[in-house]
T-cell receptor, first 113, second 112 residues
Framework: DAKTTQPNSMESNEEEPVHLPCNHS???????IHWYRQLPSQGPEYVIH???SNVNNRMASLAIAEDRKSSTLILHRATLRDAAVYYC??????????????FGKGTHLIIQP | DSGVTQTPKHLITATGQRVTLRCSPR?????VYWYQQSLDQGLQFLIQ???????AKGNILERFSAQQFPDLHSELNLSSLELGDSALYFC???????????FGPGTRLTVL
């Protein structure tokens, strides 16, 4: 299975942009890149997903490298509510893999006021 | 609020017992997934149902079973409980199989 590598933790200041990196050097040509986050004491929450082109939605932007070996989740203006664990997940379908979503350890994002 | 509901919120039981966790998917969603989150194993996929049929199986123990009913709600049954089964159990749903998943708030199971 293609794996992802994310920093264990990152810290940012409130109201500043946050760039969360993810490396996936063994990604296959048909793998989607998914991002989920888990706020404290809550279930995981879908953030965004993409295949080749950069994607934007109301929560975030996803920038995908041209060779698709890495991607960056961009939170344009972080708030305290964005403090969470962010998971970068590969899957061959738009909703994940054939065997559900494979969560790694993710990046623990800390937002300072 | 994702629209996925799970009951109960908390469950405390003893080793050897059997419990049932319940999940109601978002309105219109046909697919239900179950995940287990423990401190040492992280978030792991257990099983997926689509429109009443089992679709995919992950790291689900033989002591665990699930089903999806005609009204599309799902139940996860855990039997012969062990201390190591203490975890958060999440249900997720998606409109179709392999579509974006929306997670419920989870059931925290404590086995004493």
């Amino acid at each position: 299975d293609a794996k992802t590598t994310q920093p264990n933790s990152m810290e940012s200041n409130e109201e500043e942009p946050v760039h969360l990196p993810c490396n996936h050097s063994t990604i296959s040509g048909t793998d989607y890149i998914h991002w989920y986050r888990q706020l404290p004491s809550q279930g995981p929450e879908y953030v965004i997903h993409g295949l080749t082109s950069n994607v934007n939605n109301r929560m975030a932007s996803l920038a995908i490298a041209e060779d698709r070996k890495s991607s960056t989740l961009i939170l344009h203006r972080a708030t305290l509510r964005d403090a969470a664990v962010y998971y970068c997940i590969l899957g061959e379908y738009s909703g994940g893999g054939a065997d559900g979503l494979t969560f790694g350890k993710g990046t623990h994002l800390i937002i300072q006021p | 609020d994702s629209g996925v509901t799970q009951t109960p919120k908390h469950l405390i039981t003893a080793t050897g017992q059997r419990v049932t966790l319940r999940c109601s998917p978002r309105s219109g969603d046909l697919s239900v997934y179950w995940y287990q989150q423990s401190l040492d194993q992280g978030l792991q996929f257990l099983i997926q149902y689509y429109n009443g049929e089992e679709r995919a199986k992950g790291n689900i123990l033989e002591r665990f079973s699930a089903q999806q009913f005609p009204d599309l709600h799902s139940e996860l049954n855990l039997s012969s409980l062990e201390l190591g089964d203490s975890a958060l159990y999440f249900c997720a749903s998606s409109s179709l199989s392999l579509d974006t998943q929306y997670f419920g708030p989870g059931t925290r199971l404590t086995v004493l």
